[in-house]
């Protein structure tokens, strides 16, 4: 979805816009909200995940080969990487506050993607499962993630691949169900497309959706920042609170919003 001058300026949506939006994440299992970050601002954060990427795998180059070149960090709760543009993104939150409802929370440190060059597909999966498997229908979302594209997803550096409308499909059986794996029989026999967009825009997605990671062709790092939200009354097993600090500085420019979301965190 293209987005104003005048959302990007003031961070807020149009009612139609935000409406449209809403509608689209709930037909199809996500929606993309077209370079609604600012280039100088995504600029500047791409240079900082390439950095502490470069970091993180300086020492252990078989670790990137063992993921077959798809890999990631956890942030440290610091500035920058608490920007409020990533914690709090004012796009997200209005779609988020219409799907999940207002109380909605998230966990922090989240997570930073990357497709290194040479990456290749990863299996089709769900990132979650249904709320009630043994239905015959799906249930409203109760997990929903944020991606901001730090980088152009094209083709060639294996923008996400997904199966729009599959959150609603019931798992095929108890091994999909435990998996969340999809078998190239259920998959093959629906479309799919990829999530090309500009660096600086943001996927909203339902955690079930099928999808899966493409090949990365280039020579150049393909990287997305992802936050993931959950329903008020959702609670994942694997749920828990960070061993990280915030310092009282960093504390003190967080808003009151975020720390409300980020509520089980603290």
Not at 43 to 57: I, Q
Not at 78 to 96: C, K
Not at 251 to 263: C, G, L, M, P, V
Request: with cysteine.
């Amino acid at each position: 979805m293209q987005l104003s001058a005048a959302e990007k300026k003031s961070g807020l949506l149009t009612d139609d816009t935000l409406a449209r939006a809403v509608d689209t994440l709930q037909r199809e299992g996500f929606v993309i909200l077209e370079e609604g970050m600012a280039r100088p601002w995504v600029e500047a954060m791409r240079t900082l995940f390439t950095a502490a990427l470069h970091v993180r795998y300086r020492d252990e180059p078989e670790a990137l080969a063992i993921q077959r070149n798809h890999g990631g960090f956890q942030p440290p709760l610091t500035m920058p990487f608490l920007d409020p543009s990533i914690i709090e993104n004012s796009f997200a939150f209005q779609v988020l506050e219409r799907v999940l409802g207002d109380h909605f929370f998230g966990c922090l440190p989240y997570g930073c993607n990357t497709a290194f060059p040479g990456s290749e597909e990863q299996n089709v999966h769900r990132d979650c499962g249904h709320l009630f498997p043994e239905l015959d229908q799906a249930m409203p979302p109760m997990l929903i993630v944020v991606n901001i594209l730090l980088d152009d997803f094209t083709k060639a550096n294996g923008a996400t691949e997904i199966w729009p409308g599959s959150q609603r499909y019931v798992d095929a059986d108890k091994v999909e169900s435990r998996t969340l794996k999809i078998s190239p029989s259920r998959w093959s026999a629906h479309a799919s497309t990829q999530t090309i967009a500009a660096a600086g825009s943001i996927v909203i997605r339902d955690m079930r959706t099928w999808h899966r990671g493409m090949a990365n062709t280039t020579a150049e790092p393909r990287t997305m920042l992802s936050l993931v939200y959950y329903r008020q009354y959702a609670m994942p097993d694997n749920l828990h609170a960070s061993d990280q600090v915030i310092n009282t500085a960093d504390w003190a420019q967080i808003s009151e919003r975020a720390k409300w979301t980020y509520r089980l965190w603290q």
